[in-house]
């Protein structure tokens, strides 16, 4: 098992790509706790763990420094600590041009995704240092390297993560800390991808068929990837099997971005 006896703090785990890695994470041997903002998707995904491994959850709101405390806090309290952490929570937001994004809507995008991730890492930081050991993983997005219309906050944030994966990766590395970002493409399997799509057709006056075909024909495997490949990915980053790698943010996109 890649991850045993490791414990992992996963955010966005009750749907999706957060699921998806949680349940890959619990299934190599860690146990996983797990954070959103819905209860039923989150004692869902536990009750679905708790099968075969340890699974424990608590709901809050990561735009709360506060709520971003007690999520740490109540993850040592049942696990006794973190040794992976993995920013994976977020939202698309408004699908609008810089010129109409309304200023209150791009703060909570931002926090959602940078400020979150920035406020959680700050927290788990120190005991890792102190163990002289840990992991984290940021999830970006394609959208951080690829320039896509009607979504400044979504690239904003996720590029922001890169800036902030390289300088924890800088700052760690030598106390026994990695720090790595995944940027996957289009996973079309998941609610915001769906919601996205739906409403780009809409603005591009196309069927949700022809808008989802003609963005994955410039993939060069012409798909979408899945939130197992994401999950698989993930479970390189945060296992010995990448202990080289640090500081990198590596594209799980089809062939979209080549940077």
Not at 65 to 75: E, K, M, Q, T, W
Not at 124 to 145: D, F, H, Q
Not at 185 to 201: D, N, R, Y
């Amino acid at each position: 098992m890649l991850l045993k006896d490791q414990v992992a703090l996963i955010t966005g785990s009750g749907r999706g790509i957060g699921r998806a890695i949680a349940r890959l994470f619990a299934g190599e041997g860690a146990s996983v706790f797990l954070t959103a903002r819905t209860q039923s998707e989150l004692a869902s995904t536990a009750a679905d763990i708790n099968k075969f491994a340890k699974a424990a959850f608590v709901t809050g709101d990561l735009t709360s420094a506060l709520d971003c405390a007690r999520i740490v806090g109540a993850a040592r309290k049942k696990f006794r600590r973190v040794d992976i952490l993995v920013n994976n929570a977020g939202h698309y937001g408004p699908v609008v041009p810089v010129q109409d994004y309304p200023l209150a809507e791009f703060d909570n995008v931002i926090a959602v995704h940078l400020r979150a991730a920035f406020l959680l890492s700050k927290l788990v930081l120190p005991e890792m240092y102190g163990r002289g050991y840990g992991v984290i993983l940021n999830i970006s997005s394609l959208s951080a390297k690829s320039a896509f219309a009607w979504g400044s906050a979504y690239a904003a944030a996720k590029a922001g993560m890169l800036g902030l994966t390289r300088v924890m990766a800088a700052e760690a590395a030598r106390k026994g800390v990695r720090v790595n970002a995944l940027c996957p493409g289009p996973v079309t399997e998941t609610v915001m991808s769906q919601k996205l799509g739906a409403t780009l057709a809409k603005k591009m006056g196309v069927s949700p068929k022809e808008q989802l075909e003609g963005f994955l024909n410039t993939l060069l495997q012409g798909r979408a990837q899945t939130v197992d490949e994401i999950a698989n990915a993930a479970l390189f980053l945060c296992s010995d099997q990448s202990s080289a790698v640090t500081g990198q943010s590596i594209n799980v996109d089809g062939g979209a971005a080549f940077f």
